[in-house]
């Protein structure tokens, strides 16, 4: 059974939950579940509940330590999810049994800092502006087409860098302005004509579905990074990640991620999905 709750983290900033040494030796324990809320990843339902596909793949997760190594394995969400930085570097600083969620790019920086489980799913990166701005045909072309225009982009993200690779190739003069989360940037290519991101396809879909006055600019997409979980780097929880990933053929083919994937992101953005792989 799967315990979902949410409490605040010490004084000293960091989480804590048991080691599996502790769970397999004692017979149960709590993992703690740290957060980013991300549209199709990590959300609240209209209950206020927390769902997504990175919520099911944890279910999953423990339901598979439970059944397999005969435990009593329980699983509490903490922190508040509003920042993606706040969750990653206190995950960071944390020890034993916690787990980050959410759209977190699994990169060879970021492997000196946590460890990371196996890739759960491709990500699929996304470049929007509203729609009176003209569609970018040519990348080499952006700084004349995106003339006048602002990035908005959190710090430390993988969005970021892609912005930032980009004014060093094709826009000099960009100017990026950050902010604190993925949907703030969102936010602010809604409300300002003037403004430009790149979005990760959960972000992108849930203002489609909500019919916000973004436009997508396929040129720039962009698919080259995967997602996985994230663990202290004391955590003694990798191998058996490694282990409930690879499990009946691997995880990422079995029918129940697939009914994940779908009933999380809808049928059309599986379908971009699989153009990424």
Known sequence: MVILAC???????????????AVKSSGSGTISLAYVETPGFVYKDSNGKLT??????????????????????????VGDGSSFSGMYSKVRSSKDGVIGLGNITIRDSRK?????????????????????????????KIQETFKGLTAYAPKGTTNEKRL???KKRHFGSMQINYVASSQEALQKVMTDKAAFAYLDLAFYLDAMQRRRPVKRHPVGDQSSEQFGFIMPMNSDWQPLMKEFFEANGGYTNTTAYKKILTKHLGDTGVKLLQTAK
């Open 7 to 21: 409490t605040c983290a010490s004084a000293w900033g960091q989480y804590s939950g048991d080691k599996w040494s």
């Open 52 to 77: 997504g596909i990175c919520v099911d793949i944890m279910n999953d997760f423990v339901n598979y330590v439970n059944t397999k190594h005969g435990v009593q394995l329980a699983s509490k969400y």
């Open 112 to 140: 000196k800092e946590v460890k990371f489980s196996p890739p759960f799913i491709t990500n699929f990166s996304i470049l929007v502006t509203q729609a009176a701005v003209p569609t970018l045909a040519d990348m080499s």
């Open 164 to 166: 930032l690779d980009i």
